[in-house]
């Protein structure tokens, strides 16, 4: 479906959306239980930057359940539920020295794919740098560390068509798998960074065990908007930029995408991307006018015509599921812009209807909050005496206190009930 078409089709209802007013939000405040060690991106840190999490959980013992996380051109890491880091798995270099270098930007798991040599869980990560996905077979018994890497060395670029794309990196960003439970086909959905573009993939396992994927169709979101005065909105970026996609989540009980439009919203569309998406929530800033200014590589917002939602600040980021066993549940993202958390109704039926939000704020002294979070994941399954009702992770865009004056990211353990009873109470 094109740009034109879908943003065509769409024009109706948000021209009849009401305008919501832009009051602050007193919201309630949770605390982590744990947190990582900070990661600097700098070459004294190796590089790496923290963005995006995924909980794999230890049938047999959960409380050896793991949490795998993206670092960027620091790679992947590894954590056990003490936060600790268990493994640290490196991202590839580019094919020469002058190409860009792999650049870990979102990760998700794929449960019970048949390789070659027998069922595995897999962590998938999109590699921004190589226009790639990767595939890292779980096994928590595995001397050295849990993660083993699977990918099919004859794995193609998502997006670009030579290394000279590929050095544009315009390229795989956000991510999220899904398994038809109709077919028990898995699947990768992934967006293109500067971009409208979201991706279908299938995920094939190959003869050797190694795992691969091939491009069943792309869907392109709108770039630009009709606002309800009849005029026209693209929101302000770099020029030749787009509104990205990065945060994604899938509902495997109906094949749901639940997808992150920074600068505009969460959309829901299914997840074979056909059909016409909608537009779940907008961004506070949705509608406003902006110029982009070259010396500062910023946008200067002009006046805020009152078109857009109140509950999230761009960027939309993490998105998540909260499941539970009776169909209910929650869509959780983070607002980035205002350090906030919002939930929605998983059920279709009501329109994932907004639920309520939290923040992640300081513990103490030593164990800060979560600002500008970039990713989540949540799971709602026992993990042991440390988390017996379930985990969220959310990632720490400001790492503080900062040991040297260094900028530094990383990610906060929050227990799930806590996330449950504020959104209940």
């Known amino acids: 479906m094109s740009v034109l ?7 109706a209802p948000l021209a009849t959306a009401p305008a919501q007013a832009h009051a602050p939000r007193e919201l309630p405040a949770l605390t982590p239980r744990a947190e990582t060690q900070p990661l600097y991106d700098d070459e004294a840190g190796g590089n790496a930057d923290a963005d995006d999490p995924a909980i794999w959980r230890n049938a047999a013992q959960p409380g050896r359940s793991l949490v795998v996380a993206t670092a960027k051109e620091g790679g992947l890491r590894v954590y056990d539920l003490g936060a600790r880091q268990v493994q640290s798995v490196p991202a590839p270099a580019g094919p020469t020295p002058g190409d860009a270098p792999g650049r870990f930007n979102n990760v998700d798991l794929v449960h019970g794919l048949k390789l070659a040599s027998g069922r595995a869980d ?10 790639r ?3 890292y077979r779980i ?3 595995r001397p050295g560390g849990p993660l083993t890497d699977v990918t099919d060395p004859a794995a193609a670029p998502v997006f670009s068509g030579n290394q000279d794309e590929i050095n544009e990196q315009r390229t795989a960003y956000g991510l999220a798998t899904w398994t038809d439970r109709a077919t028990g086909r898995s699947y990768a959905l992934v967006s293109r960074r500067e971009q409208t573009r979201i991706a279908l993939l299938e995920i094939l396992p190959g003869r050797s065990g190694t795992v691969g994927y091939r491009k069943l169709r792309t869907l392109d979101l709108p770039s630009s908007f009709r606002l309800p005065d009849g005029t026209s909105w693209t929101p302000c970026a770099e020029p030749g930029q787009l509104p990205q996609v990065e945060g994604m989540v899938v509902d495997p009980a109906d094949g749901t995408l639940y997808a992150g439009q920074e600068d505009v919203g969460i959309w829901r569309l299914r997840a074979d991307l056909t059909g016409s998406p909608e537009l779940v929530d907008k961004v ?7 110029t982009y200014d070259e010396e500062t590589d910023e946008c200067a917002p002009g006046a805020d015509p009152g078109f857009g939602g109140k509950r999230l600040a761009a960027d939309v980021e993490g998105l998540t599921l909260v499941t539970e066993p009776d169909g209910d549940g929650y869509v959780l993202a983070s607002s980035e812009g205002d350090d906030t958390f919002a939930a929605y109704d998983r059920e279709r039926g009501d329109d994932n209807e907004y639920e309520g939000g939290f923040r992640v704020t300081a513990a103490s002294a030593t164990l800060d909050g979560s600002q500008e979070c970039d990713g989540a994941a949540a799971l709602n399954a026992p993990l042991g005496a440390a988390y017996p009702h379930g985990l969220l992770v959310v990632q720490d865009g400001d790492e503080t206190p900062r040991a040297g004056g260094r900028e530094a990211t990383g990610f906060k353990f929050v227990r799930l009930d806590d996330v449950l009873d504020a959104l209940q109470d």
Do not use: K
């Open 284 to 290: 506070r800033e949705y509608g406003i006018p902006g």
């Open 139 to 141: 096994d928590p018994d």
């Open 133 to 135: 996905l990767r595939f």
């Open 5 to 11: 078409a879908l943003a065509a089709a769409l024009a």
């Open 122 to 131: 897999l962590a998938v990560t999109s590699d921004r740098g190589n226009d």
